[in-house]
């Protein structure tokens, strides 16, 4: 009965499946922008392919409005800026605002997927293809972009997907600045380094982010231009990269690579759900581990993160046996 429903709303269901855009005609933006058209070479679903950028409901950095339009507000290493995105006819409409506009334009095929390869893809189960069959639009993005991955992956560590949400919102908010251009209501785009490392011990603590995380993201962000540099590495180097930095494990660098490189190899271990979820699906296996899971997308190699996403997407999970994670908030004691 499990696949006939959808995923539970997990945090690694929710982080690699579907973000819901809306049907619709987009609306020109009352005050113009750059603007870009490109045309990809065949289907493209915008809430599967940037879904996982999206944190949570309420990211301030990201909304999906009704008239069919994706809004992202980055900070690029030309400054902060915002893009919509939205379908007509085939093509991808952009426009974009903010010292980040034009750095944004020039990367909108890889983000929208340009330098992924679906056909490298090849389905070993019949649940897999069915999957695939049925999510023909999706691509692995690739934002260019290492930061604004990492540090909502270090809130992400050993938490619910609720508390690091809100963590994130608060801090963005707080600490960010209003999206340029006529983003809409409350987005925001995130802290600079610096402006990340001033933030009070106190607010962390507010956010509900204890010291451990708060600490690996104060490290990451005294070498950030270093860890910016790994886009330009293969995903394996980047990861390694990534993980020389105290509190940076391969759950979080996978996280990461996964978004800024597109990395169609890259799959999660460490994480609480996804073993038994892949587990279930391929094998009956509710009680996998990560070796199991390895195990099981080996016929996978060199897909196995497109793999575990299309396994998400697929809807099969095992019965739940045991409650949720408890939900704690530091910011109340």
């Given at each position: 009965?499990?696949?006939?429903?959808?995923?539970?709303?997990?945090?690694?269901?929710?982080?690699?499946?579907?973000?819901?855009?809306?049907?619709?005609?987009?609306?020109?933006?009352?005050?113009?922008?750059?603007?870009?058209?490109?045309?990809?070479?065949?289907?493209?679903?915008?809430?599967?392919?940037?879904?996982?950028?999206?944190?949570?409901?309420?990211?301030?950095?990201?909304?999906?409005?009704?008239?069919?339009?994706?809004?992202?507000?980055?900070?690029?290493?030309?400054?902060?800026?915002?893009?919509?995105?939205?379908?007509?006819?085939?093509?991808?409409?952009?426009?974009?605002?903010?010292?980040?506009?034009?750095?944004?334009?020039?990367?909108?095929?890889?983000?929208?997927?340009?330098?992924?390869?679906?056909?490298?893809?090849?389905?070993?189960h019949r649940l897999v293809a069915l999957a695939r069959?049925?999510?023909?639009?999706?691509?692995?993005?690739?934002?260019?972009?290492?930061?604004?991955?990492?540090?909502?992956?270090?809130l992400e560590q050993k938490v619910t997907a609720d508390?690091?949400?809100?963590?994130?919102?608060?801090?963005?908010?707080?600490?960010?600045?209003?999206?340029?251009?006529?983003?809409?209501?409350?987005?925001?785009?995130?802290?600079?380094?610096?402006?990340?490392?001033?933030?009070?011990?106190?607010?962390?603590?507010?956010?509900?982010?204890?010291?451990?995380?708060?600490?690996?993201?104060?490290?990451?962000?005294?070498?950030?231009?270093?860890?910016?540099?790994?886009?330009?590495?293969?995903?394996?180097?980047?990861?390694?990269?990534?993980?020389?930095?105290?509190?940076?494990?391969?759950?979080?660098?996978?996280?990461?690579?996964?978004?800024?490189?597109?990395?169609?190899?890259?799959?999660?271990?460490?994480?609480?759900?996804?073993?038994?979820?892949?587990?279930?699906?391929?094998?009956?296996?509710?009680?996998?581990?990560?070796?199991?899971?390895?195990?099981?997308?080996?016929?996978?190699?060199?897909?196995?993160?497109?793999?575990?996403?299309?396994?998400?997407?697929?809807?099969?999970?095992?019965?739940?046996?045991?409650?949720?994670?408890?939900?704690?908030?530091?910011?109340?004691?």
């Amino acid at each position: 009965m499990a696949g006939r429903f959808a995923p539970r709303p997990t945090r690694t269901t929710v982080r690699g499946g579907h973000a819901a855009v809306p049907g619709g005609v987009p609306r020109p933006a009352a005050v113009a922008g750059r603007r870009r058209t490109w045309t990809p070479d065949g289907p493209l679903d915008l809430g599967l392919v940037l879904g996982p950028l999206r944190r949570g409901p309420g990211d301030p950095t990201f909304r999906a409005t009704p008239d069919g339009s994706v809004w992202r507000a980055c900070r690029t290493p030309a400054g902060p800026g915002t893009l919509r995105v939205a379908l007509r006819g085939g093509a991808a409409d952009a426009e974009a605002w903010g010292p980040g506009a034009e750095w944004l334009l020039d990367r909108l095929p890889d983000l929208l997927g340009a330098s992924d390869d679906p056909s490298a893809f090849a389905p070993r189960h019949r649940l897999v293809a069915l999957a695939r069959h049925r999510r023909p639009g999706l691509r692995l993005t690739r934002t260019g972009l290492v930061l604004e991955s990492l540090i909502p992956s270090i809130l992400e560590q050993k938490v619910t997907a609720d508390e690091a949400y809100r963590a994130w919102r608060l801090l963005v908010r707080q600490f960010g600045e209003p999206a340029p251009g006529p983003a809409p209501d409350r987005m925001h785009v995130m802290p600079d380094p610096r402006t990340w490392a001033m933030i009070p011990s106190w607010e962390w603590h507010r956010a509900g982010v204890d010291n451990k995380r708060a600490s690996t993201i104060l490290r990451a962000v005294r070498v950030a231009a270093r860890l910016e540099e790994a886009v330009l590495l293969d995903p394996p180097r980047a990861q390694a990269r990534l993980e020389l930095v105290s509190g940076i494990g391969p759950w979080t660098s996978a996280e990461v690579v996964q978004r800024s490189h597109g990395a169609a190899d890259s799959v999660t271990t460490g994480d609480l759900h996804l073993p038994r979820i892949v587990g279930y699906a391929l094998a009956g296996d509710r009680d996998a581990d990560d070796a199991v899971m390895l195990s099981l997308l080996e016929p996978y190699a060199g897909q196995r993160h497109r793999a575990a996403r299309l396994i998400l997407l697929s809807g099969r999970t095992p019965p739940r046996r045991r409650p949720k994670m408890p939900r704690t908030d530091i910011g109340l004691l």
